[in-house]
């Protein structure tokens, strides 16, 4: 009985699995063959290592969690956005290339921002909704933010703030090795996604070159983040 329910996962895990590989390798050769002509060779080596690990990652788990028999637009939409994401981190490897060139980086940007959350609308519409593609957006978010962190930082506009910008997500996982109940479920908040969408917008803010108080934007925004964070540990603290 065992073996036959594993087949019948793997029957309906395999086709969402191949085509989410091939994506990955049609989008890292797309988005690495951007970044050589934008950043030359290091950038593009930084881009395919990115593009890499976050879709070897993505298709794994698809590989051996996902629910559905199709892959569906809205895992696709996910892909595209990581791709736009990856195409940043490879701007990394040319600092000068972030200054030089902040308006095409902050359109690249606006653009894979603009994407986030027609994916999950997509997956409603086609009842494709999963825990997998839900993640999957996740880390592309946090990755996202990570990434104009850290272009932010490079183009010497860094400090405190657009750090707690960048990693608090990740300093949250840490913590997480640490406290094991700060990885326990926690209910969807509109909150958390209004102050996710403030968190990249002022990091996209401060990335264009339009003269915003910078201090001032990313002060506010981090501190609305660790308000958010600091609600959801209580929230998990009393209901651990």
């Known amino acids: 009985m065992f073996n036959s329910?594993?087949?019948?996962?793997?029957?309906?895990?395999?086709g969402p699995a191949l085509r989410a590989a091939a994506l990955a390798v049609l989008l890292t050769v797309?988005?690495?063959?951007?970044?050589?002509?934008?950043?030359?060779?290091?950038?593009?080596?930084?881009?395919?290592?990115?593009?890499?690990?976050?879709?070897?990652?993505?298709?794994?788990?698809?590989?051996?969690?996902?629910p559905h028999a199709h892959l569906g637009l809205c895992n696709v939409i996910t892909a595209l956005r990581a791709g736009l994401v990856c195409l940043?981190?490879?701007?990394?490897?040319v600092p000068d290339v972030i200054v030089e060139n902040s308006w095409i980086l902050t359109s690249i940007a606006v653009t894979a921002f603009a994407m986030d959350g027609l994916d999950g609308w997509v997956a409603r519409r086609a009842q494709l909704v999963s825990s997998i593609g839900a993640r999957f957006d996740m880390e592309t978010d946090a990755i996202f933010g990570a990434t104009l962190a850290l272009m932010l930082i490079a183009s010497g506009q860094g400090g405190f703030a657009?750090?707690?910008?960048g990693f608090t997500r990740y300093v949250y996982l840490a913590l997480g090795l640490l406290l094991p109940w700060l990885?326990?479920?926690?209910?969807?908040?509109?909150?958390?996604?209004?102050?996710?969408?403030?968190?990249?917008?002022?990091l996209i803010i401060l990335l264009a070159p339009i003269g915003v108080p910078a201090a001032f934007v990313a002060t506010v925004a981090a501190m609305l983040l660790l308000w958010s964070f600091g609600l959801d540990i209580i929230w998990l603290s009393q209901n651990r």
């Open 162 to 165: 657009v750090l707690v910008l």
């Open 88 to 93: 940043l981190v490879g701007s990394l490897a």
């Open 30 to 66: 797309s988005v690495s063959s951007a970044s050589l002509f934008f950043y030359g060779v290091s950038g593009a080596l930084v881009c395919a290592a990115a593009a890499f690990i976050l879709f070897g990652s993505a298709v794994r788990v698809i590989a051996l969690d996902y």
């Open 183 to 202: 990885n326990d479920p926690i209910p969807e908040s509109y909150r958390r996604k209004a102050v996710c969408v403030l968190q990249i917008t002022a």
């Open 5 to 14: 329910d594993h087949h019948t996962v793997r029957s309906v895990n395999d």
